[in-house]
């Protein structure tokens, strides 16, 4: 079971699939790092080495903010539009959708399960 970035990524996927599992990396970052490290697309994380897991973490760490800090500056970046009281902190704050979406239909993730009103007949 190789550790990055303090993930356990699985090992029987191929090596691109599997550093998606780290926050912060998607397809398009797996990739570079491979191409970088000239790690083959076909390679399953049980193939590599010790010397090229150690090469994955160095760049990751080198180039790449994931996991706690990237959660980390999201949440700070999302509480400074609230204490902002700009329009898309307010719409934060009150648990609403942030870009534009209409709420008068739809928008049950972000709101929640529907609520009844008392009296409304049918």
């Known amino acids: 079971m190789a550790r990055i970035a303090g993930v356990n990524i699985p090992t029987n996927k191929r090596v691109v699939i599997a550093l998606q599992y780290i926050y912060g990396i998607g397809p398009k970052n797996a ?71 209409r709420t008068h239909t739809n928008a049950r993730t972000r709101k929640g399960k529907a609520k009844p009103i008392a009296g409304k007949k049918k």
């Open 31 to 101: 990739e570079d790092i491979c191409k970088k490290l000239n790690i083959a697309d076909e390679r399953r994380v049980n193939q590599l080495s010790d010397a090229e897991v150690l090469q994955i973490r160095e760049t990751i760490d080198r180039d790449y903010m994931v996991e706690g800090d990237l959660r980390r500056e999201v949440a700070m970046n999302i509480k400074r539009l609230m204490d902002l009281g700009c329009y898309r902190g307010l719409r934060h704050r009150r648990q609403l959708p942030v870009r534009g979406q």
